[in-house]
């Protein structure tokens, strides 16, 4: 299916800024259903554009918040730089990856106007609250349902950062018909049961970072008898849909989970 696509922006309310927005349209459907797809780490790089249009390929209308945009600093950020972060942490040894003067180490060998800058980013990163972008994500999702190119029904999904955000977002109360993790990290477990929309947990076996906290999720969610599918991608491991990060990406894996994902949307979301 064709597919067009544009950057816009959704107005701020009396205390929001404005939000930047990448959409995707698909040709020729009148009000398709819509869907929020919140990015990785990196913010809408690439990929994330790829992406969106290939889920209006498929017939929805598919917009992918900036949530970097929200802030002033975050408005600086660009995706090369936080990918240059994941880079510099992976020179740091694994039994010290959670030791935040590893990190800085390494960056003390850049020229430091770079190295500056990046521990800038870095503070900036870690002191986002998912909590309150929450309710950006529900800004998308209202926009989406407010305009009246847009179905009825709307879904939620996203990827590593994304994708905990996309748990964080139903947990905060954020309404939606259907929602996508894909190997995100667990939102408040106690919180659960506000989950008010089936959920498509998605996993790769050989994630190190997401795999151990699935156990506690599942239980939760079955102890909550919330509506859920679970797929765990045995030769995979985390952010394996994306096929611009090649040590990351698995082709099978990525080939199994788009007609899952499709199908997925599609009987949740029909008219």
């Not at 990827?159 to 955000?165: L, T, V, W």
């Not at 139903?170 to 008010?196: H, K, T």
Request: with cysteine.
């Amino acid at each position: 299916m064709e597919t067009t696509d544009r950057w816009t922006s959704i107005p701020g309310a009396t205390t929001d800024v404005e939000m930047r927005v990448f959409i995707a349209t698909p040709s020729g459907r009148e009000r398709p259903p819509g869907l929020v797809l919140i990015h990785e780490a990196f913010g809408i790089d690439q990929w994330v554009q790829d992406i969106t249009r290939r889920f209006a390929s498929e017939g929805f209308i598919t917009a992918a918040p900036d949530l970097f945009s929200v802030d002033p600093f975050g408005r600086t950020v660009k995706p090369e730089e936080v990918m240059e972060l994941f880079a510099l942490r992976g020179r740091v040894p694994p039994e010290r990856r959670r030791d935040p003067g590893a990190l800085n180490e390494v960056l003390s060998t850049l020229p430091a106007e770079r190295a500056d800058r990046l521990r800038q980013v870095m503070q900036w990163s870690g002191n986002r609250d998912m909590g309150a972008l929450a309710a950006h994500v529900d800004r998308a999702v209202q926009w989406l349902r407010s305009n009246d190119w847009c179905g009825d029904k709307v879904g939620l999904l996203g990827f590593c950062f994304g994708g905990g955000m996309t748990l964080r977002s139903l947990v905060e109360g954020v309404a939606v018909d259907a929602a996508a993790p894909f190997y995100g990290s667990n939102p408040p477990l106690d919180r659960i049961s506000a989950v008010s929309c089936p959920l498509l947990l998605m996993y790769g076996r050989n994630d190190p970072f997401i795999m151990p906290q699935v156990p506690d999720l599942v239980r939760a969610v079955q102890d909550a008898d919330l509506q859920y599918g679970l797929h765990v991608f045995e030769q995979a491991g985390h952010a394996f849909l994306n096929d611009q990060r090649p040590d990351m990406y698995s082709e099978s894996a990525s080939a199994e989970a788009w007609p899952i994902t499709i199908n997925f949307f599609q009987r949740h979301l029909a008219a």
